[in-house]
Protein backbone atom coordinates (compact mmCIF):
# COMPACT_ATOMS: atom_id res chain seq x y z
CA UNK A 1 0.00 0.00 0.00
CA UNK A 2 1.47 3.15 -1.12
CA UNK A 3 0.92 5.98 1.82
CA UNK A 4 1.19 8.80 -1.18
CA UNK A 5 1.16 9.09 -4.61
CA UNK A 6 4.46 10.70 -4.41
CA UNK A 7 6.25 7.19 -4.68
CA UNK A 8 4.16 6.23 -7.72
CA UNK A 9 6.82 7.09 -10.63
CA UNK A 10 5.26 6.96 -13.87
CA UNK A 11 8.06 8.54 -15.89
CA UNK A 12 11.76 9.61 -15.25
CA UNK A 13 14.43 11.12 -17.07
CA UNK A 14 17.44 12.52 -14.70
CA UNK A 15 16.06 14.66 -12.49
CA UNK A 16 13.51 15.18 -14.27
CA UNK A 17 10.00 12.76 -12.89
CA UNK A 18 6.48 12.41 -13.42
CA UNK A 19 5.01 10.83 -9.77
CA UNK A 20 1.17 9.77 -9.41
CA UNK A 21 0.87 13.30 -7.59
CA UNK A 22 1.47 15.64 -10.97
CA UNK A 23 -0.42 13.40 -12.88
CA UNK A 24 -3.92 12.98 -10.58
CA UNK A 25 -3.28 16.98 -10.41
CA UNK A 26 -3.58 18.08 -13.47
CA UNK A 27 -6.33 15.35 -14.24
CA UNK A 28 -8.69 17.02 -11.10
CA UNK A 29 -7.74 20.61 -12.88
CA UNK A 30 -9.17 19.24 -16.38
CA UNK A 31 -11.84 17.86 -14.78
CA UNK A 32 -12.73 21.03 -13.14
CA UNK A 33 -11.97 23.41 -16.08
CA UNK A 34 -14.16 20.47 -18.52
CA UNK A 35 -16.70 20.98 -16.09
CA UNK A 36 -16.72 24.83 -15.82
CA UNK A 37 -17.00 24.68 -19.59
CA UNK A 38 -19.94 22.80 -19.89
CA UNK A 39 -21.96 23.82 -17.44
CA UNK A 40 -21.44 27.95 -18.34
CA UNK A 41 -21.40 27.39 -21.89
CA UNK A 42 -25.32 28.18 -22.27
CA UNK A 43 -26.46 29.69 -19.03
CA UNK A 44 -29.95 30.74 -19.22
CA UNK A 45 -32.56 33.62 -17.20
CA UNK A 46 -35.50 32.71 -15.79
CA UNK A 47 -37.23 29.37 -15.22
CA UNK A 48 -36.50 26.02 -16.59
CA UNK A 49 -32.74 25.84 -15.98
CA UNK A 50 -30.44 22.94 -16.82
CA UNK A 51 -30.10 20.72 -13.96
CA UNK A 52 -25.98 22.16 -14.39
CA UNK A 53 -26.59 25.53 -14.04
CA UNK A 54 -28.51 25.36 -11.05
CA UNK A 55 -26.19 23.13 -9.29
CA UNK A 56 -23.48 25.50 -9.76
CA UNK A 57 -25.69 28.61 -8.87
CA UNK A 58 -26.82 27.13 -5.70
CA UNK A 59 -23.05 26.00 -4.80
CA UNK A 60 -22.28 29.50 -5.84
CA UNK A 61 -24.41 30.91 -3.52
CA UNK A 62 -23.56 28.61 -0.58
CA UNK A 63 -19.89 29.51 -1.02
CA UNK A 64 -20.73 33.32 -1.02
CA UNK A 65 -23.42 32.74 1.98
CA UNK A 66 -20.34 30.96 3.78
CA UNK A 67 -17.61 33.11 3.19
CA UNK A 68 -20.08 36.31 4.28
CA UNK A 69 -20.82 34.54 7.67
CA UNK A 70 -17.35 34.01 8.23
CA UNK A 71 -15.50 37.32 7.27
CA UNK A 72 -18.32 39.55 7.83
CA UNK A 73 -16.93 41.13 4.67
CA UNK A 74 -18.60 41.35 0.90
CA UNK A 75 -16.88 37.95 -0.43
CA UNK A 76 -16.68 38.39 -3.80
CA UNK A 77 -13.00 39.90 -3.79
CA UNK A 78 -12.55 36.45 -2.09
CA UNK A 79 -14.81 33.89 -3.78
CA UNK A 80 -12.65 33.43 -6.42
CA UNK A 81 -10.07 32.14 -4.42
CA UNK A 82 -11.94 30.36 -1.64
CA UNK A 83 -14.17 28.30 -4.12
CA UNK A 84 -10.75 27.24 -6.18
CA UNK A 85 -9.80 25.48 -2.93
CA UNK A 86 -12.77 24.12 -2.18
CA UNK A 87 -14.12 22.13 -5.48
CA UNK A 88 -10.01 21.66 -5.67
CA UNK A 89 -10.04 19.80 -2.41
CA UNK A 90 -13.23 18.19 -2.54
CA UNK A 91 -12.98 17.07 -5.86
CA UNK A 92 -9.91 15.63 -5.10
CA UNK A 93 -11.28 13.99 -2.44
CA UNK A 94 -14.11 12.50 -3.72
CA UNK A 95 -12.09 10.86 -6.81
CA UNK A 96 -10.48 8.85 -4.33
CA UNK A 97 -13.06 6.00 -4.15
CA UNK A 98 -12.37 5.90 -7.83
CA UNK A 99 -10.51 2.68 -8.36
CA UNK A 100 -6.89 3.09 -9.17
CA UNK A 101 -7.32 7.16 -8.58
CA UNK A 102 -4.90 8.15 -5.21
CA UNK A 103 -6.02 12.16 -4.28
CA UNK A 104 -3.63 14.40 -4.84
CA UNK A 105 -4.38 15.78 -1.63
CA UNK A 106 -2.53 12.47 0.22
CA UNK A 107 0.57 14.10 -0.82
CA UNK A 108 1.99 16.39 1.27
CA UNK A 109 3.70 18.46 -1.31
CA UNK A 110 0.21 19.04 -2.87
CA UNK A 111 -0.90 20.19 0.60
CA UNK A 112 1.87 22.05 1.30
CA UNK A 113 1.21 23.83 -1.45
CA UNK A 114 -2.09 25.21 -1.11
CA UNK A 115 -1.46 26.17 2.28
CA UNK A 116 1.12 28.43 0.54
CA UNK A 117 -1.05 29.83 -1.65
CA UNK A 118 -3.35 30.91 1.73
CA UNK A 119 -0.01 32.16 3.45
CA UNK A 120 0.50 34.06 0.44
CA UNK A 121 -2.94 35.78 0.55
CA UNK A 122 -3.45 36.64 3.79
CA UNK A 123 -1.35 39.56 3.11
CA UNK A 124 -2.16 40.16 -0.58
CA UNK A 125 -5.74 40.89 0.67
CA UNK A 126 -4.67 42.57 3.95
CA UNK A 127 -2.44 45.08 1.95
CA UNK A 128 -5.19 45.59 -0.48
CA UNK A 129 -7.57 46.48 2.31
CA UNK A 130 -5.39 48.94 4.55
CA UNK A 131 -2.29 49.35 2.54
CA UNK A 132 1.40 47.90 3.26
CA UNK A 133 2.41 50.33 6.16
CA UNK A 134 -0.83 49.67 8.13
CA UNK A 135 -0.74 45.93 7.45
CA UNK A 136 2.89 45.18 8.09
CA UNK A 137 2.18 47.45 11.49
CA UNK A 138 -0.09 44.86 12.67
CA UNK A 139 2.89 42.51 12.88
CA UNK A 140 4.51 45.27 15.71
CA UNK A 141 1.35 44.87 17.86
CA UNK A 142 1.34 45.39 20.56
CA UNK A 143 4.31 45.61 20.90
CA UNK A 144 7.90 45.59 18.23
CA UNK A 145 8.61 42.62 20.26
CA UNK A 146 6.09 40.51 19.53
CA UNK A 147 6.96 40.78 15.84
CA UNK A 148 9.26 37.22 15.18
CA UNK A 149 5.91 35.94 17.44
CA UNK A 150 3.95 37.01 14.93
CA UNK A 151 5.54 35.74 11.98
CA UNK A 152 6.12 32.61 13.85
CA UNK A 153 2.61 32.42 13.91
CA UNK A 154 2.08 33.02 10.03
CA UNK A 155 4.69 30.15 9.21
CA UNK A 156 3.11 27.95 11.58
CA UNK A 157 -0.40 28.42 10.90
CA UNK A 158 0.63 27.43 7.17
CA UNK A 159 2.10 24.60 7.97
CA UNK A 160 -0.84 23.13 10.23
CA UNK A 161 -3.15 23.98 7.56
CA UNK A 162 -0.92 21.44 5.24
CA UNK A 163 -0.52 18.86 7.93
CA UNK A 164 -4.49 18.97 8.95
CA UNK A 165 -5.73 18.16 5.60
CA UNK A 166 -2.52 15.72 4.82
CA UNK A 167 -2.82 13.60 7.88
CA UNK A 168 -6.47 13.47 7.36
CA UNK A 169 -6.28 12.31 3.72
CA UNK A 170 -3.71 9.63 4.68
CA UNK A 171 -5.25 8.33 7.86
CA UNK A 172 -8.52 7.28 6.34
CA UNK A 173 -6.84 6.14 3.38
CA UNK A 174 -4.95 3.47 5.71
CA UNK A 175 -7.70 3.23 7.96
CA UNK A 176 -10.23 2.03 4.88
CA UNK A 177 -7.41 -0.35 3.31
CA UNK A 178 -7.20 -2.19 7.04
CA UNK A 179 -10.82 -2.59 7.32
CA UNK A 180 -10.95 -3.77 3.21
CA UNK A 181 -8.65 -6.47 4.74
CA UNK A 182 -10.56 -7.70 7.20
CA UNK A 183 -13.92 -7.53 5.90
CA UNK A 184 -13.68 -6.99 2.17
CA UNK A 185 -17.33 -8.14 1.36
CA UNK A 186 -19.02 -5.97 4.03
CA UNK A 187 -16.95 -2.61 4.41
CA UNK A 188 -16.20 -1.43 0.72
CA UNK A 189 -19.99 0.43 0.01
CA UNK A 190 -19.58 2.27 3.68
CA UNK A 191 -16.18 3.01 3.39
CA UNK A 192 -16.90 5.04 -0.03
CA UNK A 193 -20.09 6.82 1.01
CA UNK A 194 -18.03 7.43 4.59
CA UNK A 195 -14.85 8.63 1.81
CA UNK A 196 -17.05 11.03 0.07
CA UNK A 197 -18.54 12.75 2.76
CA UNK A 198 -15.44 12.95 4.68
CA UNK A 199 -13.92 14.30 1.80
CA UNK A 200 -16.36 17.37 1.32
CA UNK A 201 -15.89 18.09 5.06
CA UNK A 202 -12.10 18.06 4.82
CA UNK A 203 -12.59 20.71 1.57
CA UNK A 204 -15.27 22.64 3.91
CA UNK A 205 -12.89 22.86 6.45
CA UNK A 206 -9.95 23.88 4.61
CA UNK A 207 -11.94 26.67 2.81
CA UNK A 208 -13.58 28.14 5.57
CA UNK A 209 -9.86 28.11 7.94
CA UNK A 210 -8.62 30.30 4.57
CA UNK A 211 -11.86 32.42 5.17
CA UNK A 212 -10.80 32.97 8.86
CA UNK A 213 -7.11 33.65 8.05
CA UNK A 214 -7.94 35.56 5.44
CA UNK A 215 -10.87 37.29 7.41
CA UNK A 216 -7.67 38.01 10.53
CA UNK A 217 -5.36 39.67 7.60
CA UNK A 218 -7.31 42.43 6.77
CA UNK A 219 -7.99 43.15 10.37
CA UNK A 220 -5.70 46.26 10.66
CA UNK A 221 -6.64 49.26 11.73
CA UNK A 222 -10.36 48.36 11.78
CA UNK A 223 -11.75 50.56 14.53
CA UNK A 224 -9.54 54.03 12.97
CA UNK A 225 -10.82 53.23 9.44
CA UNK A 226 -14.23 53.52 10.93
CA UNK A 227 -15.38 49.81 10.19
CA UNK A 228 -15.87 47.69 6.99
CA UNK A 229 -17.67 44.42 8.10
CA UNK A 230 -21.15 43.93 6.97
CA UNK A 231 -23.73 44.00 9.62
Same mark, same amino acid.
Given at each position: ?????????????????? +?????????????? $??????????????? +?????? +??????????? $????????????????????????????????? $???????????????????????? $????????????? #??????????????? +?????????????????????????????????????????????????????? #????????? #???????????????????
Amino acid at each position: MRLSPDSLILWQAGPCRL +NGTILFTWLVMALL $VGGSWLVTRRLRQGG +NLPRGQ +NFLEALVLLIL $VQTREVTRREPRPFFPFLATLFLFIALSNLLGV $VPGFESPTGSLSTTTALALCVMVS $VPLHGIRQSGLVA #YLKNYFRPTPLMAPF +NIVGEISRTLALAVRLFGNVMSGAMIAAILLAIAPLIMPVPLQLLGLLTGVVQA #YIFAILAAV #YIAAGIEVQEEGEGGRRLP
